[in-house]
């Protein structure tokens, strides 16, 4: 009973017949302008620059506080650091 | 009953383009030449949808070149579970109906609505035209989808010009599927109509 809506409605899908393609449609093309592969590379020129500017704008704020943290640490340890430093020379 | 497969490499199986595609993805930044190659293949291709699907003859090279520049950055995320052109396709498709929504301001459109009927211009331009330049095929089938109202251009587009199949035009539109073929089914006789009664005038 409740299947009916569904069959109407696919037998009424299967009734319109929408005919023959038009294979002249399938074929068509429209002429270009000389400039439209040059502007598509710039275009993609332009925002990958974009994106590497403001990646490098994302992770150089971290780079440069990753690089002071290393700093200040080889300031506050500089025994244990030489102590490291002339081990590494004894063993090598 | 779905859209009659074509002889084209859609059927085939194989992507011609499998190899561009694979260079254009692991090419290094900035080496655009693999990607450069598929652009040129079917740019042609693409400005015809736009300027087809929209009637937007100014933006028409506007909106297919944001669908290349697109569909480069899409590469990475493309998982090849279709062909490259059945996936430009789709991108393509999708830009030129929000440009279409846009245009119109108004989200798409009751079969009723009655779109403004250029044919009777059509007619008067082809007989001027006639006698000043022979006109290309391709541009009379141009000529006569613009004067088709968008209700029943855009579908017939997606079905024999983009080879999608009821179902997939049916998504597309939002629409249902026995909505879909009407608007084809009436699409191809307009078409069919309008396009005989402008060659028999070009012809006299």
């Known amino acids: 009973m409740s299947d009916e809506p569904e069959d109407s409605e696919m037998r009424e899908d299967e009734e319109i017949d929408p005919g023959e393609p038009i294979a002249a449609l399938a074929k068509l093309e429209h002429d270009t302008s000389s400039l439209l592969i040059g502007r598509v590379l710039r275009t993609i020129q332009r925002r990958t620059a974009i994106g590497q500017l403001t990646s490098f704008s994302a992770e150089a704020p971290v780079v440069v506080l990753k690089e002071f943290w290393l700093i200040s640490i080889g300031q506050l340890n500089p025994i244990s650091m030489g102590k490291d430093a002339s081990h590494g020379a004894k063993t090598s | ?204």
């Not at chain 2, 011609?16 to 990607?35: I, S, T, W």
């Not at chain 2, 293949?41 to 300027?51: I, K, M």
């Not at chain 2, 035209?129 to 022979?134: F, K, L, S």
């Open chain 2, 1 to 204: 009953m779905s859209h009659p497969p074509d002889e084209s490499f859609r059927s085939s199986g194989a992507d011609p383009d499998e190899e561009l595609l694979q260079e254009a993805r692991k090419a290094p930044q900035g080496d655009l030449r693999a990607f450069e190659q598929l652009v040129l293949r079917y740019q042609r291709r693409v400005v015809a949808n736009c300027r087809y699907i929209t009637r937007d003859r100014n933006n028409a090279e506007d909106l297919a070149q944001e669908v290349l520049v697109k569909a480069f950055f899409g590469l990475r995320g493309f998982e090849g579970r279709s062909s490259f052109v059945d996936w430009l396709q789709r991108i393509k498709i999708s830009h030129c109906l929000r440009h279409v929504k846009k245009q119109v301001g108004r989200s798409y459109v009751g079969i009723e609505e009655a779109d403004v009927d250029e044919f009777d211009q059509l007619k008067v331009r082809v007989t001027a035209e006639q006698m000043a330049e022979q006109i290309s095929d391709q541009q009379l089938i141009g000529r006569v989808l613009d004067s088709i109202p968008g209700t029943l251009r855009i579908p017939l587009l997606l079905c024999d010009m983009d080879e999608l199949s009821y179902e997939e035009v049916a998504q597309f539109l939002g629409l249902s599927l026995s909505a879909t073929k009407m608007r084809i089914k009436r699409g191809r006789e307009e078409f069919r109509e309008r396009y005989q009664k402008v060659r028999t005038a070009v012809a006299k």
